[in-house]
């Protein structure tokens, strides 16, 4: 009952907080705020969570150090795409969007853009917080069981951060490159290794929240976040952009889409 309670809170404060994305989106007439916002909105909610809600809810280890993590991966993730997108205009993927949904008129596009940006990507939120949301209802007493989580997050933090850095590397020296592609570093080993990274942290936050609270619940966070990345808004979106192109075909055919491994021999 107590995480019910909780989710369904979670889920109030977080879809108010992209309600009021969407208007300053509008006013800006740029839907791309909402990944600025993203990583602001788990840890606005998280942290309300627990002033918010009435009664004898105090927050344990295992919370307040989930809260640390997440803290931590929401302010870099939203201050790097503030740094990205500052000063430019609306991202590509928003911009397509904007274009085919206002042929069917303002409403229609005002309509759209809520549902499909700022509620859906509320709703996503509020489940993959689940792993800190249920924490706050049910723990367990320390163990040291943690440190797989801790290890996970940690190693999927470098990769999501370190990538990140190279990739931002690569596009700010783009008219020095001889490619148009990102092949080095750990784009080497993955064409998305920022996504696994991504993946790999959440896998570590529910691992945590697992030995905590002993509910499976907590991997729906992970597991949504993973089929996003390799079958929604992540990787297909990204590589569709590239279709066709050479230098592109070439790297896809030698390198793994997700999983960090050894580049093929293309003969």
């Known amino acids: ?59 344990s280890p295992y919370s307040s150090f989930l809260f640390i993590l997440i803290f931590i991966w929401g302010v870099r993730l939203s201050v790097r795409i503030y740094l990205r997108n500052k000063g430019k205009e609306e991202d590509f993927r928003y911009r397509t969007w904007r274009n085919m949904w206002s042929r069917k008129g303002h409403l229609y596009f005002l309509a759209r853009s809520y549902l499909q940006i700022f509620i859906l ?35 999927g933090f470098l990769f999501e951060a370190i990538s990140d850095k190279q990739l931002d590397r690569f596009i700010k020296n783009k008219s020095k490159n001889n490619t148009t592609i990102m092949r080095t570093g750990l784009w080497k080993y993955s064409r998305h290794p920022n996504y696994f990274g991504e993946s790999l942290m959440w896998f570590g936050i529910a691992s945590i929240a697992y030995v905590a609270t002993g509910s499976f619940i907590v991997f729906l966070s992970p597991l949504l976040i993973t089929y996003l990345l390799l079958k929604v808004s992540g990787v297909p979106m990204a590589e569709k952009k590239w279709e066709g192109n050479n230098e592109w075909e070439e790297y896809k055919k030698r390198t793994s889409v997700f999983f960090p491994a050894i580049p093929k021999k293309v003969s």
């Open 1 to 59: 009952m107590l995480i019910s309670a909780l989710y369904l809170l979670s889920l109030i404060i977080i879809l108010s907080y992209t309600t009021i994305l969407f208007f300053v989106a509008q006013f800006k007439k740029d839907n791309s705020i909402i990944d600025i916002g993203y990583g602001i909105g788990f840890i606005l909610t998280g942290y309300t969570l627990t002033k918010l809600f009435p009664g004898e809810l105090t927050m």
């Open 121 to 155: 990507q509320g709703i996503i939120i509020s489940i993959v917080l689940l792993p800190y949301t249920v924490s706050l209802a049910r723990h367990k007493t320390y163990t040291s069981g943690i440190l797989l989580g801790l290890a996970l997050w940690v190693i």
